[in-house]
């Protein structure tokens, strides 16, 4: 069965320190991953994917994300965090069945000045 | 830019009404979804269409019907609602035209109260 797992609800981190929000997954076959936010009372805001190439894929608001194909992960990473990335934060995968994604159950990170 | 736009924002139903969620793409994109979003949950697929008139099941298909009749529009049914369908419905929708790694773009979500 194709899952995503965020281990973590939540993750506490102070403004300027670094952040990391853990994503897994099981799939058959190689994986399309992809972080999106998700502010509040406000619809998915794609953040970045990886399809293939660099392990390290930098996207928007400086986040950025390392595929892990041994350890099967993707986890989102930003060097200095602010109070406005705290957020509610969904890793996704796509599966063979081109059309369905599944999503992870968010992690929400909150960000304290 | 994208927009995925949904009808309501917020929606208070009664338990054994047909509720009607509406969501309009403006980008030409052949695919588009209905995820419902529950906290722990995360977001689980209800319904996708990948063209007018084709619709398949996704996860968690019942209780729920959809309609797609014209390409930028995609309707989500709840032909007799209950309390347990109270929860944030987000509609998406992606094209096809990336060789599989395409990204869906979201609606700002409508959050539905059965009483």
């Known amino acids: 069965a194709q899952s995503v797992a965020q281990p973590e609800d939540q993750v506490n981190v102070a403004e300027g320190n670094p952040l990391t929000v853990k994503c897994t997954y099981s799939?058959?076959?190689?994986?399309?991953l992809f972080w999106y936010v998700q502010y509040p009372n406000r619809g998915l805001q794609f953040l970045l994917k990886?399809?293939?190439?660099?392990?390290l894929v930098k996207g928007s608001y400086g986040f950025e994300a390392e595929f892990n194909k041994s350890q099967t992960s993707f986890h989102l990473k930003k060097p200095s965090a602010l109070v406005s990335d705290s957020a509610l934060y969904f890793c996704a995968v796509r599966v063979y069945n081109f059309n369905k994604f599944y999503f992870g159950s968010g992690t929400k990170l909150n960000v304290k000045p | 830019d994208v927009k995925v736009t949904q009808s309501s924002r917020y929606l208070v139903k009664r338990t054994g009404e047909k509720v009607f969620l509406e969501c309009v793409q403006d980008m030409d994109h052949e695919n588009m979804f209905w995820y419902r979003q529950d906290p722990g949950l995360g977001l689980r697929l209800i319904y996708f269409s990948y063209d007018v008139k084709m619709k398949e099941k996704g996860d968690i298909p019942e209780g729920y019907s959809v309609s797609r009749e014209k390409k930028e529009r995609f309707s989500l049914i709840l032909e007799s609602a209950s309390t347990n369908q109270t929860s944030m419905y987000l509609c998406?929708?992606?094209?096809?035209?990336?060789?599989?790694?395409?990204?869906?773009?979201f609606g700002p979500g409508t959050r539905l109260l059965v009483l």
């Open positions: 799939v058959s076959g190689n994986p399309y």
């Open positions: 998406a929708s992606k094209t096809s035209a990336g060789g599989g790694a395409e990204t869906q773009y």
């Open positions: 990886y399809i293939t190439g660099d392990n």
